[in-house]
């Protein structure tokens, strides 16, 4: 399950691709650190790439199709405003260590 902030507990399971899987097909760059997560509406995050390694882009939560408004990165240990809902882009990007990921996010589209 993940909490959400406004909805509380929302139990799974959840149904998708992984994210690895993805990011394998689009050939990253070789020293890829972070995956940029974005919605339809511009809200967008930037995850370590060790944080997406189980992650899904869910598309069903308990059997039942998600409307793609409502398609989701989830991933264990990755909080419910991070976990991007209606996804409508993924990106891999490589980020020098000094380099604040937080930089690339728009939390209030």
Do not use: F, N
Request: hydrophobic fraction near 40%; aromatic fraction near 4%.
């Amino acid at each position: 399950y993940m909490t959400c902030a406004d909805a509380g507990d929302i139990e799974g399971p959840w149904t998708g691709l992984p994210v690895v899987e993805l990011l394998e097909a689009s050939d990253p760059p070789a020293d890829t650190t972070h995956v940029i997560a974005e919605s339809g509406d511009g809200y967008r995050v930037c995850v370590e790439l060790t944080a997406v390694m189980d992650a899904l882009l869910a598309y069903e939560r308990d059997g039942e199709s998600l409307a793609p408004d409502r398609i989701r990165l989830v991933a264990p240990g990755v909080g419910s405003t991070r976990s991007v809902k209606g996804v409508s882009r993924l990106g891999a990007v490589s980020l020098a260590a000094s380099a604040d990921p937080s930089a690339l996010e728009r939390l209030d589209p």
